[in-house]
């Protein structure tokens, strides 16, 4: 027998369950979570101190009770019924519920049902344990709306926010830095590197040498590029987050496009521009003008004086001539300043521009093709055909010559747009309800931006020196301006320009201001080229004259004999193959009938023939490009 | 003989139409700007007048007005290097404001003349 071993005894067992319960009781009642024991009716049969505190009573006046009792009937059958019923079919039940109690109102619980098997394993009772999780539902709750808060500020903010390491590898991008960045379709930047979206990778070592300070930094205007390639300008501010150690350990940048903004302040000071040299050359412009009056006055004074007048007058003639040039030099100007008087009229912008289109068909160099889409509606608008031809001619001409060498396509497009929807696209205060637009894309060897910038300055020319005089496309913008218009560009260097020239719409037709002759005159038109004369003859109907067009001896006769209906004018196209200005004198001269001349020439030189000038007959001489108001003026002259 | 009078700020241009006019034997009076015309018009003795319509102190559109208003018969020709005036051209409002004739610059010196010959003729008979 051992003596060491004790056998227990009886009241031993008792003793140490009594302590067991003491035990158990003081972790039961000291834990801060109400806990209960539940019997199959739903009747509490334990509950603890906890339990006891929260619902200010004492375990006798809850024990027996139902649920329903406790927590109110309707909440029993809501919120705790459904999930008893589970845990007596032998599931552990876990769910987040808000109950009062009397103690502490309204909080959140985190209940917990364990089913609580008999010994012989049926399930007649469930243990309930609840917690009082309020405070961090309130954090999780606060948290989660801080975020949602921070989530739709980042978002919807056009500001990209961007966290990368100090070698430029991206560890967060936002959605705004994708649409900045043109990535769309990329899922996310994360693991690209920021240096490759610098347009110079240099720039972005600057930045970061610049940011070890660990002070916050701005950089305005940084020149990026976007994942298409595309160029664009941000503002950036950046932050250096260091270590303990002064180490860099990552960066914050946040983006801002100001490509737009940039291109705004860029095309108003364009416009600013174009507007002091206008008001420059229209200055100088009309200065010549006076140098020139004096030039051309002694000149034809001097005719006079000289000795042998028949002789001399041919070198006069010639100092005049090249007086008409300078004359047309200084209106050219003066129309790109728009200080040119312009006469107006309703005119069809299909018109003008078929005209244009086939008044270039012998030019087009053989490998170019022209695609037309000319929209067949009739869309007016109230210019001068004569200035709207030279538009269309300038900017066509401008394309063909960049495709001489290549061949291309250049696609001629005319259709109506409503106003309304230009507001992003023309910089203007007031626009019209309608435009016209005429687009003109070639395939030719476009522009730099360089070039592109300065185009419509006058004297501005990418020819060679001498050829040209560099007013082209000044003189198309002054035009276009004039008519309430606008005339946008898009170009690529070796891939092809695009012209965009919008015209206001006008509704009412509206003939010229200065159109009041009851009688209709008849001018008889004497032409060359078809399509030229049609743009004036346009011009002139729409001002109130009837044409009679001769492009041929027979025509001009026939038309000089109809006894009733002669016509009051001649105008001659100097370019007349088939009428030179000897069967014109002629033709005239055999009928007897004193008729003024108005002559329009390219230079003027071929009609310095001593039969003409001199002779009286013409009456005016006008040098291409002419205006329809220095047409009208000279018709009024002669007419007189 | 008839008397003309030349509103020209440009000195060369205004003596080019004096030699000019004297040739013809008018009587040529002369003013340099729009004031100087105004202040020292004559209007028993001129018959004809040439105006500049851009000039310093009072403009050309200002003495055409003005000339009107004094002397309603006398006949006004209106020339121009160019410039706008607001929506309408300068030589369109000189003729708007009775002009008799408008002359861009630079014009025919033959031209003027028949036209000055013309004007003045109509005015005799």
Same mark, same amino acid.
């Given at each position: 027998?051992?003596?060491?071993?004790k056998?227990?005894?009886?009241?031993?067992?008792?003793?140490?369950?009594?302590?067991?319960?003491?035990?158990?009781?003081?972790i039961l009642?000291?834990?801060?979570s109400m806990?209960?024991?539940?019997?199959?009716?739903?009747?509490?049969?334990?509950?603890?101190?906890?339990f006891?505190?929260?619902?200010?009573?004492?375990p006798?006046s809850?024990?027996?009770?139902?649920?329903?009792?406790?927590?109110?009937?309707?909440?029993?059958r809501?919120?705790i019924?459904?999930n008893?019923?589970?845990?007596f079919s032998?599931?552990?039940?876990?769910?987040?519920?808000?109950?009062?109690?009397?103690q502490?109102?309204?909080?959140?619980?985190?209940?917990?049902f364990?089913?609580f098997?008999?010994?012989?394993?049926?399930?007649?009772?469930?243990?309930a344990?609840?917690?009082?999780?309020?405070?961090?539902?309130?954090?999780?709750q606060?948290?989660?709306?801080k975020?949602?808060?921070?989530?739709?500020?980042?978002?919807?903010l056009?500001?990209?926010?961007?966290?990368?390491?100090?070698?430029g590898?991206?560890?967060?991008?936002?959605?705004?830095?994708?649409?900045?960045?043109?990535?769309?379709?990329?899922?996310s930047?994360?693991?690209t590197n920021?240096?490759?979206?610098y347009?110079?990778?240099?720039?972005?070592d600057l930045?970061?040498?610049?940011?070890?300070?660990?002070?916050?930094?701005?950089?305005?205007?940084?020149p990026l590029?976007?994942?298409?390639e595309?160029?664009?300008?941000?503002?950036i501010?950046?932050?250096?987050?260091?270590d303990?150690?002064?180490?860099?350990?990552?960066i914050?940048f946040?983006?801002e496009d100001s490509?737009?903004?940039?291109m705004?302040e860029?095309?108003?000071?364009q416009a600013?521009?174009?507007?002091t040299?206008?008001a420059?050359?229209?200055?100088?412009?009309?200065?010549?003008?006076?140098?020139?009056t004096?030039i051309?006055?002694?000149?034809e004074l001097?005719?006079?004086d000289?000795?042998?007048p028949?002789q001399?007058?041919?070198?006069?003639?010639?100092?005049?001539?090249?007086v008409?040039?300078?004359?047309?030099?200084?209106n050219q100007?003066?129309?790109?300043?728009?200080?040119?008087?312009?006469?107006?009229?309703?005119?069809?912008?299909?018109?003008?521009?078929?005209?244009?289109l086939?008044f270039?068909k012998?030019?087009?160099?053989?490998d170019?093709?022209?695609k037309r889409?000319?929209?067949?509606?009739?869309?007016?608008?109230?210019?001068?055909p004569?200035?709207?031809?030279?538009?269309?001619l300038?900017l066509?001409?401008?394309?063909?010559?960049?495709m001489?060498?290549?061949?291309?396509? *250049?696609? $001629?497009? %005319?259709k109506q747009?409503n106003?309304k929807?230009?507001?992003?696209?023309?910089d /203007?205060? +007031? !626009?019209?309800?309608?435009?016209?637009?005429?687009?003109?894309?070639?395939t030719?060897?476009?522009?730099?931006?360089?070039?592109?910038?300065?185009?419509?300055?006058?004297?501005?020319?990418?020819?060679e020196?001498?050829?040209g005089?560099?007013?082209?496309?000044?003189?198309?913008h002054?035009?276009?301006?004039?008519?309430?218009?606008?005339?946008?560009?898009?170009?690529?260097?070796?891939?092809?320009?695009v012209?965009y020239?919008y *015209?206001? $719409?006008? %509704?009412?037709?509206?003939?010229?201001?200065?159109?009041?002759?009851?009688t209709k /005159?008849? +001018? !008889?038109f004497?032409?060359?080229?078809?399509?030229?004369?049609?743009?004036?003859?346009?011009?002139?109907?729409?001002s109130?004259?009837?044409?009679?067009t001769?492009?041929?001896?027979?025509?001009?006769?026939?038309?000089?004999?109809?006894?009733?209906?002669?016509?009051d004018l001649?105008?001659?196209?100097?370019?007349?193959?088939?009428?030179?200005?000897?069967?014109?004198?002629?033709?005239?001269?055999e009928?007897?009938?004193e008729?003024p001349?108005?002559?329009?020439?390219?230079?003027?030189?071929?009609?310095?023939?001593?039969?003409?000038?001199?002779s009286? !007959?013409?009456?005016?001489?006008l040098?291409?490009?002419?205006?329809?108001?220095?047409?009208?003026?000279?018709?009024?002259?002669?007419?007189? | 003989?008839?008397c003309?009078l030349?509103?020209?700020?440009?000195k060369?241009?205004?003596?080019?139409?004096?030699?000019?006019?004297?040739?013809?034997r008018?009587?040529?009076?002369?003013?340099?700007?729009?004031?100087?015309?105004?202040?020292?018009f004559?209007?028993?003795?001129?018959?004809?007048?040439?105006?500049?319509?851009?000039?310093?102190?009072?403009?050309?559109?200002?003495v055409?007005?003005?000339?009107?208003?004094?002397?309603p018969?006398?006949?006004?020709i209106?020339i121009?290097?160019?410039?706008?005036?607001?929506?309408g051209?300068?030589?369109?409002?000189?003729?708007?404001?009775?002009?008799?004739?408008i002359?861009?610059?630079?014009?025919?010196?033959?031209?003027l003349?028949?036209?000055?010959?013309?004007?003045?003729?109509?005015?005799?008979?």
């Amino acid at each position: 027998m051992n003596h060491n071993t004790k056998i227990p005894q009886p009241d031993d067992f008792l003793e140490l369950l009594k302590r067991d319960k003491i035990v158990s009781d003081h972790i039961l009642n000291n834990s801060r979570s109400m806990i209960s024991v539940i019997t199959r009716d739903y009747i509490y049969e334990k509950v603890n101190a906890t339990f006891c505190v929260a619902h200010l009573g004492m375990p006798e006046s809850i024990i027996g009770k139902s649920l329903g009792d406790i927590w109110g009937y309707e909440i029993f059958r809501d919120k705790i019924k459904h999930n008893l019923d589970k845990c007596f079919s032998g599931e552990t039940v876990k769910y987040v519920e808000a109950f009062s109690t009397p103690q502490s109102g309204k909080r959140f619980y985190e209940v917990i049902f364990r089913p609580f098997p008999a010994v012989s394993g049926e399930i007649t009772h469930l243990l309930a344990e609840t917690f009082d999780v309020t405070d961090l539902k309130l954090t999780e709750q606060i948290a989660a709306e801080k975020e949602d808060e921070f989530k739709r500020f980042e978002t919807n903010l056009p500001i990209g926010f961007l966290r990368c390491l100090p070698d430029g590898r991206i560890l967060l991008a936002n959605k705004a830095i994708m649409i900045i960045l043109d990535c769309r379709g990329q899922i996310s930047l994360c693991g690209t590197n920021l240096r490759k979206y610098y347009t110079e990778e240099s720039l972005f070592d600057l930045h970061v040498s610049q940011l070890m300070d660990g002070k916050p930094k701005s950089f305005g205007r940084v020149p990026l590029k976007t994942c298409r390639e595309n160029e664009i300008v941000c503002r950036i501010s950046a932050f250096m987050f260091l270590d303990q150690s002064d180490k860099p350990s990552y960066i914050d940048f946040s983006f801002e496009d100001s490509s737009r903004e940039m291109m705004l302040e860029n095309k108003l000071l364009q416009a600013q521009k174009l507007e002091t040299i206008g008001a420059l050359a229209g200055g100088i412009a009309h200065d010549f003008n006076n140098i020139l009056t004096t030039i051309s006055g002694y000149a034809e004074l001097l005719k006079d004086d000289l000795p042998d007048p028949l002789q001399s007058s041919q070198k006069i003639a010639r100092i005049l001539m090249a007086v008409s040039k300078a004359r047309s030099l200084t209106n050219q100007i003066l129309t790109f300043s728009r200080q040119m008087e312009q006469e107006k009229v309703t005119v069809s912008v299909s018109k003008v521009l078929k005209e244009t289109l086939g008044f270039l068909k012998d030019s087009v160099p053989p490998d170019v093709i022209i695609k037309r889409n000319i929209w067949s509606g009739k869309i007016k608008v109230f210019a001068d055909p004569t200035q709207l031809f030279r538009v269309f001619l300038n900017l066509m001409t401008n394309a063909l010559q960049s495709m001489e060498e290549t061949g291309g396509n *250049l696609s $001629v497009e %005319l259709k109506q747009v409503n106003g309304k929807n230009l507001k992003d696209i023309l910089d /203007k205060d +007031i !626009l019209a309800d309608e435009y016209a637009l005429v687009t003109f894309r070639d395939t030719g060897k476009g522009m730099d931006p360089s070039v592109l910038r300065r185009i419509f300055e006058p004297f501005y020319t990418t020819r060679e020196v001498g050829k040209g005089t560099g007013l082209g496309l000044s003189v198309v913008h002054g035009i276009v301006s004039e008519m309430g218009g606008d005339i946008l560009v898009s170009s690529e260097k070796n891939k092809g320009s695009v012209f965009y020239v919008y *015209l206001p $719409v006008t %509704l009412e037709d509206r003939t010229a201001i200065s159109d009041l002759q009851v009688t209709k /005159k008849k +001018i !008889l038109f004497v032409i060359g080229n078809r399509h030229e004369a049609g743009i004036l003859s346009l011009a002139l109907e729409s001002s109130g004259y009837i044409i009679a067009t001769a492009s041929d001896r027979k025509t001009l006769v026939r038309e000089m004999s109809d006894g009733e209906d002669l016509p009051d004018l001649i105008l001659y196209m100097s370019d007349a193959e088939q009428i030179k200005t000897n069967d014109l004198i002629e033709v005239i001269a055999e009928t007897n009938i004193e008729i003024p001349v108005i002559a329009i020439s390219d230079t003027g030189q071929e009609l310095i023939e001593e039969k003409s000038l001199p002779s009286g !007959l013409i009456k005016q001489h006008l040098i291409k490009p002419v205006s329809l108001k220095e047409i009208r003026n000279a018709i009024q002259l002669s007419l007189i | 003989m008839p008397c003309i009078l030349i509103v020209e700020d440009e000195k060369d241009v205004r003596e080019m139409l004096r030699i000019s006019l004297a040739r013809k034997r008018y009587t040529i009076l002369e003013a340099e700007n729009g004031k100087d015309a105004i202040t020292h018009f004559k209007p028993a003795v001129t018959d004809l007048v040439i105006t500049d319509l851009i000039m310093p102190e009072e403009d050309g559109l200002k003495v055409i007005m003005k000339f009107r208003e004094i002397k309603p018969s006398v006949k006004i020709i209106a020339i121009s290097g160019g410039g706008k005036a607001g929506p309408g051209s300068y030589l369109n409002m000189a003729k708007a404001l009775g002009a008799d004739a408008i002359y861009s610059k630079p014009f025919s010196l033959s031209d003027l003349m028949v036209k000055i010959d013309e004007l003045l003729n109509i005015e005799q008979s």
